[in-house]
């Protein structure tokens, strides 16, 4: 999937990773996709919450080698 | 655009690991979007205490309070295994280990988040602290204050 911009939050802990994502959202515009790595093991729970929340479309995520990784479209 | 939703906390602990939940879940919340107060009160008071000390007009048992209490957040003890100290210092290495955010950082990353550090006026008579010992940038108000942003709230939490 083509990702507009990539975010690297692996070795970062709660609250960090859902804080790096909301800032790095906010410097996209509509329809572009940001895509996400991350190490803390809260953080498939914790994206999807918000990305629920927020309104932006999860479309993806997958985990390879305790690497979660997730495919977000702002709207 | 919808209103912005609203999460207040109500931080009385002056504990390191309480103040630290509280922290990370203000943040949390200021990450959803929410618009986040943090109402410091009693002991939680001390999370904002300046580090350094500084010489202010006082009595005798405000010096005394102000001696005996921790001089800001990383100074704080544990609620529980504190050991005289030990706990801290340990739970501080931990926090290194596992690449969290130790509490200092966590105010600072409330303040980059624009979250609302309220301290209240009422307890910082009691116990003797003045504006110049408390951090910059942080707003002054009493329990209407307090109210005010939490009647309307969605989430309220008493730490």
Known sequence: ?75 | MTEKKKTTIILFSGDYDKTMAAYIIANGAAAYDHEVTIFHTFWGLNALRKDNQVPVKKGLLEKLFGKMMPRGADKMGLSKMNYLGIGPKMIKNVIKKHNAMPLPQLVDMAHEQDIKLLACTMTMDLLGLQKDELIDGIDYGGVAAYIGESEDGNITLFI
Do not use: Q, Y
């Not at chain 1, 083509?2 to 804080?19: F, N, Q, R, S, Y």
């Not at chain 1, 509509?30 to 990305?51: C, N, P, Q, R």
């Open chain 1, 1 to 75: 999937m083509e990702a507009t911009k990539l975010l690297d939050a692996k070795g970062l802990a709660c609250p960090m990773p859902i804080v790096r994502t909301k800032k790095a959202m906010e410097e996209l515009n509509l329809g572009d996709i940001l895509e996400v790595h991350a190490t803390d093991k809260g953080a498939k729970s914790d994206l999807s919450a918000w990305t629920k929340s927020s309104g932006h479309e999860l479309l993806k995520d997958t985990e390879e080698d305790d690497v979660l990784k997730f495919w977000i479209r702002k709207a």
